[in-house]
């Protein structure tokens, strides 16, 4: 059984035969993995638990997993956002450990330490982390999301340190929770997906490996924040009836709106068809149209490559694809420019392993080909859509007679 003398908090959940033993840590403390390193030294645990998920896992404990990506592959399945915004998160997460010489996580790394040292089992409970930003993301209302995006950037390029109130919240709450609320009001949209649904799904997780492998005593490490809420469902049983159901439930993604799919083919027909009326009126009218759009549309897409740092080629790339992709929804200059730069500067192993501290300053965006060929598939693609209604107001233009 867990010692009174632990300094951190501690719930008991019994259910059934299984005695889950729920210890509240803070991620910014020392002292919070020398109670994990406590607990599990006793023996009295036949498995640990951790607030990981397998990507996180493997970041935590991997040390070259960065060095692992496919960079070309993981933009032309276009993951290249949810890499940017995992760096964004590491950013803030960096400058904690630099402020107070104690890596976020270090209580988990312990968990896995010891655990192996003593060769128990270590249960991966978390969410994966990517279905966790996406579901916050999609349940945040249209109108807060460009101001949860742009805090991100803001969280990337601050020199502050951390107040001693996020520092308060860390010790009470979730890492991922106190990331986001550095930059956004708390609010029911970001406490649903990012702690309620979390506390259900880490429920279900601890529900189903005790029902599989017959677990007795359970150590389960997690933040501060979810304690109460973990032990909860855990007493009220919920999610442990059927466990494969509440999982699924809530890595299931909501549906994307279907005017951002259908947007983009309106577009292209008003633009198509601005060009069939020019060509209608004169052959000369047509030509102008056409080369306004050409020029337009691949010189900004060719600035945001420019303004990224990218190689000459990709400039070049940038600057010839943009019209025409811009015409074809399903492929962008982004994903080109992207490609493009890829295959010039290939990133280095150094550039993989320095990425989570480069990220932490805005020059070492550009300095690092990895986090830098992330700016290119953004400015160009960024550039390319601002041409593309810059140039269609131009079209429009000319044939209303302006």
């Known amino acids: 059984m867990p010692t009174s003398l632990s300094q951190e908090p501690i719930r008991v959940v019994r259910r059934g035969n299984v005695e889950f033993t729920l210890l509240g840590t803070a991620h ?9 390193t406590r607990q599990l030294d006793g023996g009295q645990y036949d498995a640990v638990a951790v607030e990981l998920c397998p990507s ?15 960079l070309f592959r993981l933009i032309r399945d276009g993951k290249a956002g949810m890499l940017a915004a995992s760096l964004a998160l590491g950013a803030y997460q960096q400058r904690l450990a630099d402020q107070f010489g104690v890596e976020p996580g270090a209580e988990m790394r312990a968990a896995v330490e010891r655990a192996l040292a003593h060769s128990i ?6 969410r994966d982390i990517g279905i ?28 502050e340190k951390v107040s001693e109130e996020e520092i308060e919240r860390l010790k009470e709450g979730d890492i991922l929770e106190t990331t986001f609320a550095e930059f956004t009001e708390r609010s029911a949209t970001l406490q649903g997906p990012l702690i309620d649904e979390r506390d259900r799904y880490m429920a279900a997780r601890l529900c189903e490996e005790a029902d599989a492998e017959n677990y007795r005593r359970v150590l389960v ?11 909860d469902y855990l007493s009220r049983g919920e999610g442990c009836i ?11 993604l909501p549906p994307p709106a279907r005017w951002p799919r259908v947007l983009p083919w309106i577009i292209v027909a008003v633009i198509l068809t601005g060009f069939a009326i020019g060509f209608s009126r004169s052959p000369e009218l047509g030509g102008l149209l056409v080369w306004e759009w050409i020029l337009i549309n691949g010189t900004l897409s060719a600035v945001g490559t420019l303004i990224a740092g990218a190689h000459p080629l990709t400039i ?40 989570r501290s480069d990220v932490t300053s805005l020059r070492g965006w550009w300095r ?9 598939f953004f400015l160009a693609g960024l550039g390319s859509s601002l041409g593309t209604y810059l140039a269609g107001f131009r079209i429009y233009d000319h044939l209303l007679g302006g």
């Open 28 to 36: 910014v403390s020392r002292a919070s993995a020398e109670e994990v």
């Open 56 to 70: 996180r896992h493997a970041a935590l404990t991997t040390p070259d997993v960065w060095g692992q990506t496919n």
């Open 121 to 126: 089992p270590v249960l991966l409970v978390d």
């Open 132 to 159: 966790t930003l996406k579901r916050t993301y999609r349940s945040t209302p249209r109108s807060q999301r460009f101001t949860l995006l742009g805090g991100l950037l803001a969280s990337v390029l601050s020199r």
């Open 221 to 231: 490490v997690i933040g501060a924040g979810h304690l109460k809420g973990l032990a």
């Open 242 to 252: 059927d466990p494969q159901a509440t999982i699924a439930e809530l890595e299931a």
């Open 316 to 355: 070049l790339a940038a600057f010839i694809a943009a019209p025409w992709t811009s015409l074809n929804p399903m492929i962008g200059a982004s994903m080109v420019a992207g490609a493009v730069e890829v295959w010039l500067r290939k990133p280095r192993v150094a550039d993989f392993g320095t990425l």
């Open 368 to 376: 690092n080909r990895v986090s830098r060929t992330l700016l290119v």
